[in-house]
């Protein structure tokens, strides 16, 4: 009995360690965009001028992060896999749907190309 209990007890906090990082957690539904600025004075990251766009995602369930972690990318990988020199802007956004049962998050840099 105290095995089953210790296994419950696992599943329930490995439940709620793997989490999806929002500006506004919610359990049902989610979908939030930010915008990263260095400090509150300006709106853009860098000196870049917004010429392209590039958007990495990382899509994964509760049930498989176990097995499979999906992508793990920067910002700065984005930038140099799409030719982009200077950043402008970077942005992130998430989507979750009952608690991470799927989840995506994404990293869209803005910025200018030679």
Not at 23 to 42: M, Q
Request: a neutral charge.
């Amino acid at each position: 009995m105290n095995y089953l209990r210790l296994i419950g007890i696992c599943l329930i906090v490995g439940h709620f360690s793997f989490c999806t990082t929002t500006l506004s957690p919610g359990f049902f539904y989610n979908n939030t965009a930010e915008h990263i600025y260095p400090e509150k004075t300006t709106t853009q990251l860098g000196s870049g001028r917004i010429l392209k766009m590039e958007k990495s995602c990382t899509y994964n369930s509760i049930l498989f992060t176990l097995f499979y972690h999906g992508r793990h990318t920067s910002a700065a990988i984005v930038a140099k896999e799409a030719g982009i020199t200077k950043v402008g802007v970077i942005d992130y956004s998430s989507f979750s749907v009952l608690g991470g049962l799927y989840y995506s998050n994404c990293i869209i840099v803005w910025g200018e190309i030679e």
